[in-house]
């Protein structure tokens, strides 16, 4: 069984993409496979009602970021790639240099090692030259930047519909249907 996603949650603000995007794929056949950074907790605790617990519930399975030794570390273990949703600035720049020192980290190197597709949904505002620069260099190195940016076409009424909008973009990079997911479709 090769049809699985390692899904990262990172400290930048965010967490209820990251909620959103874990519940509608539990309605699909992708495994999800899940790391929670310290930071990813605490920005699940300021802006979501759920516990951590609860979070990794909505998962296939769950690791804890320390165990470097966890079977998502090795490229070895077949999946389909990994999101890094919300990616902090931090994790942004440990990508981006190769060090792996959590297995988050680890999991975001192997993916580009095996040429696997990476898709950061990186968050900051503003942003420095220097987060310019790591995003522009992991985009050379194969990653998705993919900014959880506002879009107003689709005519969204509540965070809700903007969130569910940039969770359609997401899954969109892994050929995955979402119903909440407004399209474009001409003038
Ligand atoms: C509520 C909250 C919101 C944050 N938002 C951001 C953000 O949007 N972008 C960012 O790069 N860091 C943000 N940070 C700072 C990161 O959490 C911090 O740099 C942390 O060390 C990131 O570590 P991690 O990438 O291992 O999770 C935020 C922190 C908190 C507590």
Redesign the pocket.
């Known amino acids: 069984m090769d049809d699985r996603l390692i899904i990262g949650i990172?400290?930048?603000?965010?967490a209820p993409i990251a909620i959103k995007l874990l519940k509608a794929l539990r309605k699909t056949s992708v495994e999800t496979h899940l790391i929670i950074?310290?930071?990813?907790e605490?920005?699940i605790k300021?802006?979501t009602e759920l516990a951590i617990s609860q979070v990794s519930e909505l998962s296939s399975a769950s690791y804890d970021n320390g165990n470097i030794g966890a079977a998502i570390a090795s490229g070895s273990f077949k999946t389909r790639g990994m999101i890094v949703v919300?990616c902090?600035?931090?994790?942004v720049a440990?990508i981006y240099s190769g060090y792996s020192d959590?297995l988050?980290l680890r999991g975001a190197d192997a993916t580009l090692k095996e040429h696997r597709k990476l898709v950061l949904v990186t968050?900051?505002?503003p942003l420095s030259e220097i987060h310019l620069r790591n995003m522009y260099e992991l985009s050379r190195c194969g990653a998705v930047i993919l900014p959880p940016v506002l879009s107003y076409y689709n005519k969204p009424q509540t965070i809700d519909d903007a969130t569910e909008h940039i969770v359609g973009k997401i899954l969109d990079q892994f050929g995955i249907e979402y119903d909440r997911f407004c399209r474009w479709r001409g003038v």
């Not at 990172?10 to 965010?14: R, T």
């Open positions: 990172s400290g930048a603000s965010g950074t310290k930071g990813g605490e920005t300021a802006e919300p902090s600035m931090k994790t440990g959590n988050l968050r900051e505002c």
